[in-house]
T-cell receptor, first 117, second 109 residues
Framework: GAVVSQHPSRVICKSGTSVKIECRSL??????MFWYRQFPKQSLMLMAT?????????EQGVEKDKFLINHASLTLSTLTVTSAHPEDSSFYIC?????????????FGPGTRLLVL | QKEVEQNSGPLSVPEGAIASLNCTYS??????FFWYRQYSGKSPELIMS????GDKEDGRFTAQLNKASQYVSLLIRDSQPSDSATYLC?????????FGSGTRLSIRP
């Protein structure tokens, strides 16, 4: 099946610093990747849709200047949390879209747990 | 009305029984439907995808789709303790995939 990796798996940082999370599709090309955030015991919340070679599309309420997304190649998208604050502490999960004969399917990376002190 | 609705549970099922998870969706134009399993602290894992009306079986899992009634379900036969997780229903809509909030399933020994 399709494999998506994320790095780092866990990060602890001080308030005010920036954190970059990488998402890679390992065995397929993904023109579209998605970034989600999940707080404890809550559902997945879509933050933005990342399209290769173009600007990301952000969901309502997500600050594009705070959560910078770059999708420079068909296998790599990055999310940078700028000037992170404790309220940004969450589980960040990316997914990559694989297009097959029956349509699109999303495969998730293992997630990145961010703790901002 | 939420676009994809699931009962949050928890749904408690005895080991060996059939677990039945249900999901309704609002977009009649949806063409692709998915079930994901998410263990606590982990990311979602794709279990099944279904695209046409009827049943689709894969091992102990059966997905059922009824587009006229706008519901999709997942049956888990011979439930095992390792099936205890949150199950997310996902539906394609306007070139996005919309996730339900998940049903927490607990298999009791």
């Amino acid at each position: 099946g399709a494999v998506v990796s994320q790095h780092p798996s866990r990060v602890i940082c001080k308030s005010g610093t920036s954190v970059k999370i990488e998402c890679r599709s390992l065995d397929f090309q993904a023109t579209t990747m998605f970034w989600y955030r999940q707080f404890p015991k809550q559902s997945l919340m879509l933050m933005a849709t990342s399209n290769e070679g173009s600007k990301a599309t952000y969901e309502q309420g997500v600050e594009k200047d705070k959560f910078l997304i770059n999708h420079a190649s068909l296998t790599l998208s990055t999310l940078t949390v700028t000037s992170a604050h404790p309220e940004d502490s969450s589980f960040y999960i990316c997914s990559a879209e694989s297009r097959g004969g029956s349509g699109e399917t999303q495969y998730f990376g293992p997630g990145t747990r961010l703790l901002v002190l | 009305q939420k676009e994809v609705e699931q009962n949050s549970g928890p749904l408690s099922v005895p080991e060996g029984a059939i677990a039945s998870l249900n999901c309704t969706y609002s977009d009649r134009g949806s063409q692709s439907f998915f079930w994901y399993r998410q263990y606590s602290g982990k990311s979602p894992e794709l279990i099944m995808s279904i695209y046409s009306n009827g049943d689709k079986e894969d091992g102990r899992f059966t997905a059922q789709l009824n587009k006229a009634s706008q519901y999709v379900s997942l049956l888990i036969r011979d439930s095992q303790p390792s099936d205890s997780a949150t199950y997310l229903c996902a539906v394609s809509s306007a070139s996005k995939i919309i996730f339900g909030s998940g049903t927490r399933l607990s298999i009791r020994p």
